[in-house]
């Protein structure tokens, strides 16, 4: 990426396409992906980078003492919930 592009696209605050453009240059050459493709693939970066970052912003903003996962947690200690149950809540599939 040259410094123009990288200058553009920093005042377009785009960093998610910054961190990913020349990986998926050459996985646009690689495997001939049309420009189209190319070009969603950049933005789907992007809002993925976004997403992560408002994620991060909300827990830091919540100044939770300790972040845990689903699969960080030790269902040993409480044997009556439902393991499965809880996971399948995790996806949030009964929306």
């Known amino acids: 990426m040259n410094d123009l592009t990288l200058s553009k696209l920093k005042s377009l605050?785009?960093?998610g396409i910054i961190k990913t453009l020349d990986l998926r240059n050459e996985e646009a050459l690689a495997n001939n992906i049309?420009?189209?493709e190319?070009?969603?693939?950049?933005l789907n970066d992007e809002v993925i980078n976004r997403q992560t970052n408002e994620n991060k912003?909300?827990?830091h903003k919540a100044r939770f003492q300790f972040h845990k996962t689903?699969?960080?947690y030790n269902?040993?200690?409480q044997p009556s919930i439902n393991k499965r149950f809880i996971?399948?809540?995790g996806t949030c599939e009964f929306v």
């Open 13 to 15: 605050k785009l960093s």
């Open 34 to 36: 049309s420009f189209m």
């Open 38 to 42: 190319f070009v969603e693939l950049l």
């Open 57 to 59: 912003k909300r827990i």
């Open 70 to 72: 689903l699969e960080e």
């Open 75 to 77: 269902f040993n200690c």
């Open 87 to 89: 996971y399948n809540l």
